[in-house]
């Protein structure tokens, strides 16, 4: 597996790389979640990047920033195992030459869910994902539906800059208590741990849509959003320090 750093790596790599490329983007602290992309990227591309960079225009809050976990030993000792091809691991200077002046923006689903109660968190990941797609280059890119407006967001703007690339959605990936796996799972204390899950219970319990506002405060969550978008019921939640996000499918009419 190549480690590749800087941006004339990179570009010597790509020029080089045979067929299809298959790209997984990433903040590190690998689990489960990520390694299923990782295996979809390399079941369907003759070659695999995984890049993994802590974006810090993405995050509204330095403390989060801060603390977000960084287990790199481990996530490249993963990555050679599966049999990737390359990581990009670039450090900020070289992803934003520019300090940021320049910048993709949404101005409608951005604004909403998550983006009301983060303020500039999509824009991060736009131009992140976008500056990561023209360095890369690749033919399919791989993103989890636990994040389904990221998702969303991303298919948007793959469209409107009509990019030559592929972007394959693969489910959420679940702890067997049915808690959506998430890097930030690993910063909830012991009793946190036991009540996250409850999170799922609740979008999947079979009641109304306020019974599930009031049964997630009861539990101790601190509700950004319960809400539904398209055919998804999408919910963001704080436990603690720690935010969480998930979403299911979600019929029209069921339990509204
Ligand atoms: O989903 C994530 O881990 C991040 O938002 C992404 C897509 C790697 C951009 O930093």
Same mark, same amino acid.
């Given at each position: 597996m190549q480690r590749l750093t800087d941006i004339s790596a990179l570009q010597?790599?790509?020029?080089?790389?045979?067929?299809? $490329?298959?790209?997984? @983007?990433?903040?590190?602290a690998l689990h489960r979640g990520h390694l299923t992309l990782v295996e979809a990227a390399l079941a369907n591309n003759d070659q695999v990047v995984v890049s993994i960079f802590v974006n810090p225009t993405q995050f509204d809050q330095a403390s989060d920033l801060a603390h977000y976990p960084n287990t790199l030993a481990q996530d490249l000792q993963q990555l050679a195992d599966v049999g990737v091809t390359a990581?990009?691991? !670039?450090?900020?200077?070289?992803m934003y030459p520019d300090d940021y002046r320049y910048q993709v923006a949404e101005n409608e689903l951005s604004r909403l869910y998550c983006?009301?109660?983060?303020?500039?968190?999509f824009d991060g990941v736009l131009s992140v994902v976008m500056k990561l797609f023209n360095l890369v280059q690749p033919t399919r890119a791989y993103f989890g539906e636990k994040d389904f407006q990221q998702l969303t967001l991303i298919q948007g703007m793959v469209q409107a800059f009509f990019l030559p690339i592929e972007?394959? !959605?693969? @489910? $959420?990936?679940?702890?067997?208590?049915?808690?959506?796996?998430?890097?930030?799972?690993?910063?909830?204390s012991p009793i946190e741990r036991k009540i996250a899950p409850q999170l799922y219970a609740t979008l999947t319990a079979d009641t109304s849509l306020a019974d599930?506002?009031?049964?997630?405060?009861?539990?101790?969550?601190?509700?950004?959003?319960?809400?539904?978008?398209?055919d998804r019921l999408l919910v963001a939640a704080k436990l603690g320090e720690i935010r969480l996000?998930?979403?299911?499918p979600f019929l029209a009419g069921a339990g509204a």
């Open positions: 010597a790599w790509r020029q080089d790389a045979k067929g299809t $490329v298959g790209f997984v @983007p990433t903040m590190g990581v990009l691991l !670039p450090n900020q200077e070289t983006g009301a109660h983060r303020a500039g968190h972007i394959v !959605p693969c @489910p $959420v990936v679940r702890e067997s208590d049915g808690l959506a796996m998430s890097s930030r799972n690993l910063r909830l599930k506002r009031q049964r997630l405060a009861d539990l101790g969550f601190d509700l950004d959003y319960l809400e539904v978008y398209q996000i998930d979403n299911v």
